[in-house]
């Protein structure tokens, strides 16, 4: 059942399971501090295709391919495909996931997607419109550079507030429960291998802040205010406080945008410093990977969620966990017309439930 | 209540509510057929502002701002506003919305999204995820040539089956029902004004179908696959004809997709063609309008939607419609690339339910 907590916070008293989980990474990724816990790395950027943006396509398709051998589960027995990147027109979605025959929702929350994917396919599976739903979302370092900043051959110097686009996607198979598990019912007939420990109980959906950035070189500043406002919202919806999780992760924020969250939320006497971490400052190593000041990009905190921060919960090393994917809700075009960069941040609260 | 009809059709039995709609278009709409029907329309296409994506932002925030001031609903107590539209990171409408502080679920599927953003409103309506939810879409002939095609200054010849961008949006506010009218809970205090009798009884989500199409002017044929994949799993979840409904429109196929769509689902034995529209078609009058093809863009099934077919409804004109937005899932970028323009659609079931 759905119940509403607060203003924006909805609660899943069932709470959707995840069956499984995946993460598949580039070269890039597969050097620096999580190298261990994704599914598969690739050193090739276009994975023997002809294209990043293929090859961006075909992360998407890996991840999914893995998630549902994981699961035991078959693509037709996936209701639906919740899913989006950051490439004009969610392009690497659409041909990524083209060839399952999964009735597809197409997404956009910039770099928010993953948690915005989650969200939408809970309330999905919660209140059975589903059974079971994938969330998908994927990111390409050179696809990403090639149309939001300048020609990789260029050579362009980065600036120090500058991120990383991640090179990677991550894809999580979220089912409906009840009775304290999966829901399987008889047209299912293949789920025979899944996890089903970790559930979603609450998400609390972002809204649009524009604090008046115009750099398209500091995002982690135009996403840092979504950011707050949303941990602000759920942590007053729910009257709890940060020590009440294992973990707060945000989505990529990186070293800029994480400074700035911290004295955004020290206003409203918030402190979240003790148990927070950063998907975009826990990918790479910021000394070694020269990334300037983080990772970003919706495969960011995709494939670290369906990497490390899954699996540990699964080692049930995090029980309690709130992830908060940002995003800067911004084109090329706008930019250069002198429009400001707009933020969101989608939160989504994981538990153990065994 | 939720319930699932054969294998991806949903059935709501409560029946979400349109409580209000609204459509705001361009110039060359307001010289078109359905002119009477709109709720305002604007001759200059940067709408007194600095650019066309500007303008676009415009139209979406003024048709959200009709919508809720004819159904008395004030933008707080709107819970979700799903949106989407076709520039680059759906820009028109993070732009458009940013304003109203309404939590933000970013849409993309082409020019499918007006359904889509209808289809997941609903879901959460009814299933008390929320109470109201906006569905809005937009396009914009001169930002969607900018963007796809040649610069307007260029003078580019269209070729016979390109269609013509609609420069429009369309708001519908959905309400969840309990006890065959709107639910109105003690915290939504402004809602005074608001029409319920028009509902949404279905939905059925697309697929990404791709026939291999390269043309991108010619969207119609990419996206008649689509349509008549959807109608066809549509009619034979629910067991029901193409004469059980006073209505079928498809949202932008255009004259070469509409012969298509017609052709494709001859094949399985089933002629829509007595009680057929296409939104690309009715919007401009393709004699005297010099548009090829006909109408296309999110905002082309938006704005008629919003407009002529409402209000038909609530006239009771007509009292049982399927909307079946269709979308291209392309980019200029993998056009270039040589990839193939998947479609996709997805369908509403509209009905008069006093």
């Known amino acids: 059942m759905i119940k509403r907590i607060g203003k924006h916070t909805i609660e899943f008293t069932e709470k959707p399971r995840i069956i499984s ?7 890039k990724e597969s050097e620096g501090p999580l190298a261990q816990w994704f599914d598969k790395t690739v050193t090739d950027t276009t994975m023997g295709g002809e294209t990043w943006e293929k090859a961006e396509a075909m ?13 035991g589960v078959k693509s037709e027995d996936i209701d639906y495909a919740f899913a989006g990147d950051l490439l004009n027109q969610c392009v690497s979605s659409s041909c990524g996931l083209r060839d399952f025959g999964i009735p597809f929702l197409g997404q956009y929350g910039a770099c928010s997607t993953m948690a915005q994917t989650i969200a939408c396919a809970s309330v999905f599976v919660e209140s059975g419109a589903a059974d079971i739903c994938a969330a998908v979302t994927s990111s390409h370092f050179c696809s990403a550079e090639r149309q939001f900043r300048l020609p990789l051959q260029y050579g362009g110097q980065r600036t120090p507030t500058a991120q990383w686009t991640v090179t990677g996607s991550g894809c999580m198979l979220i089912a409906g429960a009840e009775n304290g598990t999966v829901r399987t019912p008889d047209r299912i007939q293949n789920i025979t291998n899944y ?7 609450h998400i609390c959906t972002g809204k649009i802040i524009d604090l ?20 602000y919202r759920f942590l007053t919806d729910t009257n709890t406080t940060a020590s009440d999780y294992d973990l707060i992760v945000t989505g990529d924020l990186g070293l800029v945008g994480t400074e700035l969250l911290y004295e955004l939320l020290n206003k409203e006497k918030i402190n979240i410093k ?3 971490k950063d998907c975009g400052l826990m990918i790479f190593d910021l000394d070694e990977q020269d990334v300037h000041a983080g990772g970003s990009g ?8 369906c990497s490390y921060l899954y699996k540990n919960m699964l080692a049930r090393r995090f029980n309690n966990i709130l992830f908060i994917a940002t995003g800067a809700l ?6 250069q017309q002198g429009e400001s960069i707009s933020g969101i941040a989608h939160l989504v609260h994981f538990v153990n439930t065994k």
């Open 274 to 276: 003790d148990n927070h």
């Open 212 to 231: 008046g950035i115009k750099d398209a070189n500091n995002m982690g500043a135009a996403m840092a205010g979504a950011a707050a406002d949303t941990i």
């Open 298 to 305: 919706c495969g960011c905190s995709a494939s670290v969620l």
């Open 59 to 71: 992360f998407q398709k890996e991840a999914l391919t893995f998630a549902a051998e994981k699961s």
């Open 21 to 27: 989980a995946a993460a598949v990474v580039g070269k």
């Open 195 to 201: 996890t089903d420990q970790t559930a979603v109980e």
């Open 330 to 335: 911004m084109s090329p075009t706008i930019v």
